[in-house]
């Protein structure tokens, strides 16, 4: 299969390296140190699945170099999406599909918008990946989970390709969906209580269920994204909150999100994808949700600081 992989961050990275590692036609688009590391040095994985070292692997800044492929798995986080539209419309031909791997639940109507809602298939992908270092990934925790479906939750034959490619590459535990709609609802639930309430107490997640305080705003963050996902539409299971409850007790105790991670580098984060979407669409329907307001608000100010909005040393 020819993919192509647009941000090779810690996601994109890990997926595209297990692909390339399986034996598929892998293209790394990348940029500064990055790239030459990719183009020198080749992409080294440290996995808790298996380490493995990519060299040659095939990296290049220009996505006109690749031209048409099968895949396209955009691997940059929400925010960077808009930039790249342009050149991942020289990626795609009439059967090409775009995977998308984003945390967040408008991703796929990002790129949809730009280059035609037929070419995407939404995917979900649990992990905790980090780059640390141009061309060198770090893979923790347990499996790399990627869930993927239609957005009309139809089985076509694509995205049974798709799926099946997946299961059959080492090091990524493939799932398919009829319904990704509601799946990404409940990983946003997750991912924006866990990175929210992570972010602001800075403390991984093993001291956040610990402290009934905490806990106390995971479960409130939690029970507000549920309300709102129903008031779009995408009511969850009734057991969400002992789902994502669970989920957490199964991370390591020091385990953070990636938001978590990027608010703590004083790095430009996904706060509006995240807990923004959830206030904007809370207000929107009159659904209260005052704990993820007020997380908002208390990110608000590093976040313009780290998007050069707003300066301030102290
Ligand atoms: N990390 C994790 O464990 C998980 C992350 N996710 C989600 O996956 C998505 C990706 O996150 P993650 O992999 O952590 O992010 P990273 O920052 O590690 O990777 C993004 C990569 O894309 C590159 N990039 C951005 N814009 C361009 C461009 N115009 N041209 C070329 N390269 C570009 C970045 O380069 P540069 O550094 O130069 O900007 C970076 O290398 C996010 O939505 C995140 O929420 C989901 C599950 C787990
Ligand atoms: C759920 C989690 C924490 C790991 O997949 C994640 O999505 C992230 O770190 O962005």
């Known amino acids: 299969m020819r993919i192509a992989v647009y941000g090779t961050g810690a996601v994109g990275g890990y997926y595209g390296g297990r692909l390339a590692q399986a034996g598929h036609d892998v293209t790394f688009i990348a940029r500064g140190e990055n790239l030459r590391a ?57 059967e090409t599909i775009i995977v998308t791997v984003q945390n967040g639940v408008d991703s796929h109507l990002v790129i949809g918008e730009a280059l035609g809602h037929e070419h995407v298939i939404a995917g979900i992908t649990r992990l905790f990946s980090t780059l640390v270092e141009p061309g060198h990934i770090v893979h923790g925790g347990g499996a790399a989970q990627f869930l993927i479906g239609e957005l009309d939750g139809s089985l076509t034959p694509r995205v049974q390709r798709f799926y099946e490619t997946l299961k059959a590459t080492h090091g990524i535990t493939a799932e398919l969906t009829t319904d990704i709609q509601t799946e990404l609802w409940a990983k946003l639930v997750m991912i924006t209580s866990f990175g929210g309430v992570g972010s602001v ?24 994204i549920a309300a709102v996902a129903a008031s779009q539409g995408h009511p969850l299971a009734a057991d969400v909150l002992e789902k994502s409850l669970a989920f957490f007790k199964g991370q390591p105790y020091l385990g953070t999100s990636s938001l978590q991670r990027d608010v703590m580098a004083g790095k430009r984060s996904e706060l509006d994808s995240l807990i923004g979407t959830v206030v904007r669409l809370a207000h929107e329907k009159n659904v209260p949700a005052p704990v993820n307001e007020t997380i908002y608000a208390a990110l608000l100010p590093t976040e313009l600081k780290a998007r050069g909005e707003l300066e301030f040393t102290i």
Request: no cysteine; charged share 15%; proline share 11%.
């Open 38 to 94: 990719l183009q020198t040095n080749g992409l080294r994985i440290d996995s808790t699945l298996g380490d493995f070292h990519l060299n040659p692997v095939k990296a290049v800044s220009d996505p006109a170099e690749i031209g048409g492929v099968d895949v396209v798995i955009p691997g940059v986080k929400t925010w960077q999406l808009p930039p790249i539209l342009p050149g991942m419309a020289k990626l795609v031909g009439p």
């Open 201 to 224: 107490t800075r403390a991984p997640i093993g001291v956040l269920l610990s402290v009934p305080q905490t806990r106390a705003l995971l479960e409130g963050s939690i029970r507000e």
